[in-house]
């Protein structure tokens, strides 16, 4: 009696301790769900009725082409002129002076505020609203669903402005459902907003000491809030266009059969017209040719002078977009786009802005963070990979999911230096070594034990960054969770690949590492041609600033 008492005892000891290492995180359908997307929603005007971003590029038959020939016409003497003087502060002028009025009306102040009554959404703003209203875990089956409450914002905004209207949210939430908790999700450029209310909710615990801790579960998803390489390269001045990468980048996006970026609208034609207007003019004149043996020489005074005002002139208007910038990038960007004098002067205000973010919160992160982990607050993030960044970055070959390096969204994993790399096979022994060689995935391309949460990081390769169709599943579960990782939870592994065709995720094995999108054997450049690279340079051009308006969107 006595051994089947202690074979008894023995077993249940070894259940009950092997129990976190294989079952499923109970979920708490308690807690509500406040996600914030990134810079999807419209702007409107004062009146409400008309959109003022996106920026139109024309919706009638005819406006594309005129604003081409619009374009070229104001730009195109001041090139050639510089072209052949080597002074290109006419070109510069009067490329701005084209492109702010595809912008302007959307454009906030010198001081970062909105100008002429533009506005989020009403929609939107409707939106919110009619959701403190009510419980919805009484819609679902006694559970909150992630897109309940949705908070929306003006992402044009600093994230502290919109941390303090997302705090009144999250109360009027809390009174509305009697929930104690609640859970964050921070998707795309909505990340930057969620750490600004993580910086506020600790100055609130800390000014109110009887206050209990309610942010029971932060998870990031393919955030900005790190880094976005297209803004914090840009904005640096750190632009160029590699011929192997922008090849990857129309390889994977444009529709041969229809000339058009997949999901980009079309965007194609018109970057297309631009660009053989352009080489066409220079023929005609007689420049292309004399510009072959310099065109190195011509991209850098051409990126010198231009970058700093295209941007201006387009998105660095708006301090969200700011503070996607890497901090430890950030003084040299506000120094790059703000260098002459007077600009600096004019655009105090919003300098005064952008700063204090930086201050506060971007070269604060991991402060914030661990603050809040002290505070009993879980963390989470999703990465994605397997697509081309933006071919006019800097970083334009590091692995990312198009605007995310998997080292900014993973919070710090480590990967191959390109894409078409993988990890030294010395540092994964001494990885594995160490005791780390789960964290390697079977592509060799990501090491994830060097992330800040990386038992609940999970990652997803050939899933590009406007694709949220597959991993609202995993937010959600986390957002429910107490302390869910991918320890204690087997139902999603820690490395996933992603299959658009079947809509699924499946783990990454030695068995199934996931197709790679590009031919790693062969890494060869072919021999530029100056239509090649004239090309390339309009491209940019263009595409720094269209395409933007529609990756975000959600």
């Known amino acids: 009696m006595k051994k089947i008492i202690s074979l008894a005892l023995v077993l249940i000891m070894t259940v009950t301790f092997s129990v976190p290492a294989f079952a499923v995180v109970s979920p708490d359908y308690n807690v509500p769900i406040i996600t914030l997307r990134g810079d999807g929603s419209d702007i409107y005007d004062a009146s409400g009725e008309n959109i003022v971003w996106p920026a139109s590029f024309g919706d009638e038959e005819g406006d594309k082409d005129a604003l081409i020939n619009s374009v070229m016409d104001v730009i195109f003497p001041h090139l050639v002129n510089g072209l052949l003087t080597g002074d290109y502060e006419g070109y510069y002028d009067a490329f701005y002076d084209a492109i702010l009025p595809l912008f302007e009306d959307s454009h906030l102040d010198t001081d970062g505020n909105p100008s002429n009554g533009t506005q989020l959404d009403p929609s939107k703003q409707a939106d919110n609203a009619y959701n403190i209203k009510y419980d919805k875990k009484t819609w679902h089956g006694g559970k909150y669903e992630k897109s309940d409450y949705t908070f929306w914002y003006d992402w044009r905004l600093s994230p502290l402005e919109t941390a303090e209207k997302l705090d009144e949210y999250i109360t009027a939430v809390m ?290 960054h406007d694709n949220w169709d597959h991993e609202g599943a995993i937010v959600e579960a986390f957002c429910h969770s107490t302390g869910m990782t991918t320890k204690n939870d087997t139902t999603w592994a820690r490395f996933l690949v992603c299959d658009d065709e079947t809509g699924t995720l499946t783990p990454m094995t030695q068995e199934n590492p996931g197709e790679d999108i590009w031919d790693n054997t062969d890494n060869t450049t072919a021999q530029s041609t100056v239509m090649t690279k004239l090309a390339a340079f309009f491209r940019w051009l263009t595409a720094i600033f269209k395409t933007l308006t529609n990756l975000f969107n959600k």
């Open 175 to 464: 009174q509305v459902t009697g929930a104690k908790q609640i859970s964050l999700a921070g998707i795309c450029l909505g990340g930057c907003p969620v750490l600004a209310y993580l910086d506020l909710y600790l100055k609130k615990l800390e000014a109110n000491p009887g206050m209990a801790p309610y942010i029971k579960n932060v998870i990031f998803d393919a955030t900005v809030a790190n880094d976005c390489t297209a803004f914090t390269d840009s904005f640096r001045g750190k632009v160029d266009v590699d011929v192997d990468a922008l090849q990857r980048f129309l390889d994977e996006y444009v529709d041969p059969n229809e000339n058009t970026f997949d999901g980009l609208e079309d965007t194609v034609p018109f970057l297309n017209e631009l660009i053989f207007t352009s080489y066409e003019l220079l023929r005609e004149v007689g420049v292309a040719d004399s510009i072959v043996g310099e065109l190195e020489d011509f991209y850098d005074v051409i990126y010198a002078g231009l970058v700093p005002k295209l941007v201006i002139a387009s998105y660095a208007n708006f301090p969200g977009y700011w503070a996607a910038v890497d901090a430890q990038y950030h003084k040299e960007a506000v120094d790059f786009v703000f260098a002459e004098p007077e600009m600096r002067e004019e655009y105090a205000g919003f300098i005064a802005k952008i700063n204090r973010y930086y201050d506060e919160v971007s070269s604060r992160r991991n402060e914030i963070i661990a603050l809040c982990q002290e505070k009993g607050t879980h963390f989470g993030a999703i990465a994605k990979y397997g697509t081309q960044a933006m071919p006019f970055t800097e970083r334009q070959n590091e692995i990312s999911d198009r605007l995310v390096t998997i080292e900014s969204a993973s919070f710090g994993a480590t990967t191959a230096k390109t894409v078409n790399d993988i990890l030294p096979e010395s540092y994964i022994a001494q990885r594995t070594e160490l005791g780390y060689g789960e964290y390697i995935s079977a592509d060799k391309q990501i090491d994830l034990s060097t992330a800040l949460f990386r038992d609940s990081t999970w990652i997803i390769k050939n899933c590009n």
